[in-house]
């Protein structure tokens, strides 16, 4: 049993602060001897569907158990239960990564528990989080007006870029339609179109589901060679919608598409989303971190001109899931969209108007203090580690590209701008296929896939926090050996 | 400077285990520190705007930073930038409480760093998730349907009732309209409807907004004198609404409003929306956590008859936020509903059928492990330790309610049914405004407010969990005190 403190009155099951110093040190220790063994696992968890739940009691205990038997069922159930996304030799979908100073901070904010909907419910968690966004849009070279200290743009903290998209998307409904549809509905307000390239996010189709516009009227704009959106086939979906009495809401640019870190070209879009004054949202939660580093900073041309702006430090910046970076040029669009106050939310600083009160900014009412964990990755790395191991993971993906390129049997099937490289077994899926389900099935590595151009591809994702050139090298002798055995 | 492990070919600026090792341990006890004297602070911070954010760099530093000097600026900044939401004299809002095992089990989730957003991308996280909600339905005695060992029915965490009764409204919305909203747009769909008390939380307008159905088309049907929904005028407004042509889609019950804890009457609401065939929602978000004890199951009543529900363990069962539990009895109808499988999702065990992919369950694509802090909390305490606690705050809240009744000066403003008094001077709203500034201007304690019948009340919510009747009791004597001064 856990050591259960006795007031005057009556008994406590409450973990002291003197058993939380024990306890929180064992837990420490455990992810410590975790991350230092982290390579003796199978990357991808070898569990069989209903594996873990069968290993486990079916029903809660009537009594307290102490901390121990729940560490002890980590070892026994849930470590070999994971897919190990911290793993160096983790390349599937895209890097999760994390670092010491983020897995602090966000053990800071669960230790502080503190509530941040409004500025008056814990000043701080607003103020930080306000702060460590212009500190990031610095570091980006972001646009001065996405800026909290510009006169009309701010920033907040999403769970996640399908978060952010549904937001704006929701201030560009309402903008769009003089808030009609949060109003009247819907019904009211006809039909309104949503654009994105082929290649755009699935959260965009998702957004566009939840917030009723229809998903028929979502067009999926036409990609050139390099897989980015053509904006002569945007201009010519808006020119077709609206001479069909269509209201266009928002366009969605991507900064590194998800299946090939395809770049979105800006400039030409926002010229397009101006003549037709359609909202702009860029999507750069996969490759934004990229812009740290000043000769990776083309990818953003034309941002400026953009309504809207997403990152995701919780991918390639070393915090921990979730923190997405949501920049908007017009606070207000947002807030007025999504502001209701409730007479128990009432207070003398909101009515001031000097403060943010980010529960109008986001889905959920409640927040954490997800400020914490930015701020101390940002302290902890300062600009320069930051960009150092933003150039590292860059340069060792440009390297697999030279072995790809000079190996016969494979070839590229994707520009490789940054740190995601896509090929494909000459021979076509099948052979692609099976060297992937070699090394995804030896543990040695973890590999994901997506089609170009209808043709199965391997993803190469180089961003985890672990990954060193050593283990993009060893992934790829695996697939060499594999494609050997063909 | 931190320690910086060189690797054999390039520097490194990662924390290295042994390096978070050390470092955790200061955090860890930084937390317990601050818990030990948490009485010692004003429970409102006293900064004014800004100040948190001017006591701060400007900028981001080119160099890292020592873990040593962002705990320091916790110290001098950031502490005394918060309202205490776990001091025990914290009764604001609605508990926001947390323990030991939570914040440790937040811990975890972050140190092991996976995505749960589908089965395969780590079976554990989803296993365990879909069994410790299994498990808290059997603590609340949920009705079986709910459960996801069920024939249809299933449950996810999600960030917050926000969220929750978001995902219920779409869900609703496209069972209602055949899945013609999601594809075709609102447009398409004619006028839908939804429905609440007038005391419902602000999040079902937030998510009717959001939805695209239109807040005009949201109904805030009357309450009864216990501030609880007056079924009547619910099938009142429902026979309107069909009349005019419209489709209702979903009516959302509350069980514990937040302005004062009122309990929809479950088994009425739901013979109504029977009849009418449209989707109960009930939003148990504040109160449902006392559903733990027998003695206070009647509060569920009917819920069998409901089509979703959600509970927060992060509100009232020791839990961080974020952890709101959302059940469902048709998980196809929310599955259907936020579906969306691009090809570099797709996997092998998705498409067996035998798996759950939470990401079909959410507004956000990624998830973090949250079912790890559930899990320690449920174990940690035991049945009966839960139970205990929520006992005595219940008891605490019915003590308070004797002393206003024993107090002339003061009168109950509703019913107080858990753990939530609502009261006023019986002078009016400027004396019952000074009592309640006085306390929290003296920073003993944190009171919130609301209005009922237009007139203002004092809310303590009692529900921390370092929260005894002593604390209680000290603050009702600092309003006496005050009351004696007016």
Chains 1, 2 share one sequence.
Request: proline share 5%; charged share 20%; net charge negative.
């Amino acid at each position: 049993m856990s050591e259960h403190a006795s007031g005057p009155d009556e008994r406590s099951y409450h973990m002291t602060p003197g058993e939380f110093r024990r306890q929180g040190r064992a837990v420490i220790d455990l992810i410590a001897d975790y991350l230092e063994r982290i390579e003796e696992f199978p990357v991808l968890s070898p569990v069989q569907p209903g594996e873990v739940r069968a290993a486990l009691p079916g029903s809660p205990p009537e009594r307290g158990e102490p901390l121990a038997d729940m560490l002890a069922d980590v070892e026994r159930v849930i470590l070999p239960g994971l897919t190990h996304w911290q793993s160096p030799s983790f390349f599937g979908f895209f890097p999760a990564n994390s670092s010491g100073p983020s897995v602090l901070g966000e053990l800071l904010s669960a230790g502080l528990g503190v509530q941040g909907m409004l500025w008056a419910t814990s000043p701080a968690c607003t103020e930080l989080e306000t702060l460590v966004l212009d500190w990031l849009a610095e570091l980006l070279a972001l646009p001065a007006g996405f800026r909290s200290d510009s006169p009309a743009g701010g920033a907040v903290i999403q769970d996640s870029a399908s978060s952010a998209v549904l937001c704006a998307l929701v201030a560009a409904r309402e903008r769009a339609t003089r808030g009609l549809v949060g109003t009247a509905g819907g019904a009211a307000a006809g039909q309104l179109t949503t654009y994105c390239s082929a290649e755009a996010h699935s959260s965009v189709e998702k957004a566009v589901r939840i917030a009723g516009v229809g998903t028929d009227n979502l067009r999926r704009v036409a990609v050139d060679d390099r897989l980015a959106l053509d904006p002569a086939a945007l201009e010519a979906a808006l020119a077709t919608d609206v001479a069909a009495g269509a209201t266009p809401v928002l366009v969605v640019a991507t900064v590194g598409t998800t299946g090939t870190t395809a770049i979105d070209p800006l400039p030409a879009v926002a010229a397009v989303c101006d003549r037709y004054a359609v909202w702009l949202h860029v999507d750069a939660a996969m490759s934004g971190t990229a812009a740290l580093c000043p000769e990776f900073r083309w990818i953003h041309e034309g941002l400026d001109r953009a309504d809207s702006y997403s990152v995701n430090p919780h991918k390639w910046m070393f915090t921990n899931f979730d923190c997405d970076a949501f920049y908007v040029a017009d606070r207000a669009a947002l807030v007025s969209a999504l502001s209701i106050l409730p007479e128990y939310l009432r207070n003398a600083a909101t009515e001031s108007g000097a403060v943010i009160d980010y529960r109008d900014w986001q889905v959920p009412l409640g927040r954490r203090f997800r400020a914490l964990k930015l701020w101390f990755v940002l302290r902890h790395y300062g600009a320069g580690g930051l960009r150092h191991h933003v150039r590292e993971h860059v340069a060792i993906a440009q390297k697999l590209a030279g072995w790809v390129r000079a190996d016969s049997r494979f070839e590229l099937a994707a520009p490789v701008p940054l740190n995601l490289v896509c090929f494909r077994h000459v021979d076509g899926d099948v052979a692609t296929e099976r060297v992937m389900a070699e090394v995804n099935g030896s543990g040695a590595a973890y590999l994901s896939s997506t089609r170009v151009c209808g043709r199965l591809v391997i993803r190469v994702s180089v961003g985890g926090t672990l990954t060193r050139a050593a283990h993009v090298k060893a992934a790829w002798g695996r697939l060499q050996q594999a494609a050997d055995g063909l």
